[in-house]
């Protein structure tokens, strides 16, 4: 894909307030002047001599590789000058991230039904980035933003990102601990997409109930914590996980826990959650589910059918099964229409809404999401909803894309009032 890089139009920007800074970039919310529209500016600390040295950017170029898609945060605008060899990104804005939602907005946990629209929005966008041949590896709540009003989801911070065609040796340690998988803390760089997969299946854990569910202290505490609730690896497991010259020397507690533990954890949850949930947690990468396999999993079928959000959720002629696992009885007398989805991506829709059940889910006392998250570390190495139907928005386009730097603080949407010209004067005077 071409890449566009405007020379000396900073000023096209009139700079509202700083909402983040970190060791790679400070970032602004902005507004171009001639639209009136709000987006992210990201300015890197880092200078560039040349339009080439920018297009040689691993990041920069990895993003535009993989294209526009709608879960995942855009780059409208690149912008080079040459006289001090400033660059900035012009990216979407969002209002938070994951985290700061739980935190700040709903006091740790989110209802099911919520955690599946984020969750279906957050495999669609690995679908697209893995089948570009791209892994993500840094799949955590901090990097994954959204704006609850709409209940939009975009992935974020490519910049531990791995274009896997490079050939590239990767390296050993990506991804932070708690949601790093089985194949990354026994091996040495032995991965792929699968990894990303892993990973959402610990955030619609925490989406959950409130709390990380792998908050491993070190590497080793780490395993013991997954094996508690996976058990403990076969030695045929082990010996298909990675080659024997790649296994490193841990030595990890036995445990042996029921076949049951992921329901007594959640408790209330549908089974078809919970058979998603182990899905996405399987010690095998090759036997773990693909985000595209996942994004047809029936625990999809809990969230109400025909939301906006859900841009290519299918309608299933399949009985409906609500949220508390129990077939609803308006379905049994009005069946669901047939999927239908024409080229122009249009899906349609039942010809009624199925009712939700929402159980409330028990987190255990001695887990406190307060504490848990002054223990997170940082490991270093809507379409528009059409009266009987669904747009569906094709899932690729070809703008360039960019996500926010490892450790940057993320970017959040604040609504002041614009100032005055003479108040902070045109970009270009920064």
């Known amino acids: 894909m071409q890449m566009n890089i405007s020379i000396d139009t900073f000023n096209q920007y009139t700079r509202l307030k700083s909402i983040g800074q970190g060791s790679f970039s400070v970032v602004f919310h902005v507004i171009k002047n001639d639209t009136n529209q709000s987006y992210a500016m990201k300015i890197l600390s880092s200078k560039f001599n040349s339009i080439e040295q920018i297009r040689n950017n691993e990041e920069i170029c990895l993003m535009s590789h993989v294209g526009q898609h709608p879960n995942i945060v855009s780059l409208h605008d690149i912008i080079f000058e040459p006289s001090n060899g400033r660059l900035s990104l012009v990216m979407d804005l969002m209002d938070q991230n994951v985290l700061q939602y739980m935190q700040m907005e709903r006091k740790g946990k989110l209802s099911v039904q919520e955690s599946l629209i984020y969750t279906y929005q957050l495999l669609n966008a690995l679908s697209h980035v893995h089948s570009r041949g791209v892994i993500h590896r840094d799949i955590k709540p901090e990097n994954i933003f959204i704006n609850p009003q709409k209940n939009e989801l975009k992935l974020g911070d490519f910049g531990s990102a791995r274009n896997l065609i490079s050939n ?229 386009r070809t703008q360039i894309l960019i996500g926010h730097q490892q450790q940057h603080h993320p970017i959040f949407k604040v609504q002041p009032k614009k100032p005055e010209p003479s108040e902070l004067g045109p970009l270009s005077k920064y």
Request: glycine fraction near 6%.
């Open 168 to 396: 590239k040796p990767l390296t050993e340690y990506v991804a932070t601990r708690w949601y790093r998988p089985p194949e990354c803390l026994m091996t040495s760089g032995v991965y792929g997409p699968p990894l990303d997969v892993w990973a959402v299946g610990c955030i619609l854990y925490e989406l959950l109930t409130g709390v990380p569910l792998f908050p491993g202290k070190n590497q080793i505490d780490q395993l013991n914590r997954i094996h508690r609730l996976l058990g403990s690896p076969t030695p045929e497991i082990l010996e298909k996980l990675c080659p024997a010259n790649q296994l490193k020397d841990l030595s990890f507690l036995k445990f042996d826990p029921p076949r049951s533990e992921f329901e007594r954890r959640l408790p209330g949850v549908a089974k078809e959650v919970i058979d998603l949930l182990k899905k996405l947690l399987t010690y095998l990468p090759s036997e773990r589910i693909t985000a595209a396999d996942a994004l047809n999993h029936d625990a999809f079928h809990c969230v109400l059918q025909g939301n906006k959000i859900i841009k290519s959720i299918v309608i299933s002629s399949e009985p409906y099964i609500d949220c508390v696992g129990i077939p609803s009885a308006m379905q049994q007398e009005e069946p669901l229409t047939s999927r239908i989805r024409d080229d122009t991506g249009v899906l349609q829709t039942a010809t009624r809404k199925p009712k939700i059940k929402i159980p409330q889910i028990i987190v255990p006392r001695n887990q406190s999401f307060a504490k848990a998250q002054v223990r997170r570390k940082l490991i270093t190495t809507p379409p528009k909803m059409a009266q009987g139907g669904i747009n569906v928005p094709p899932l690729a």
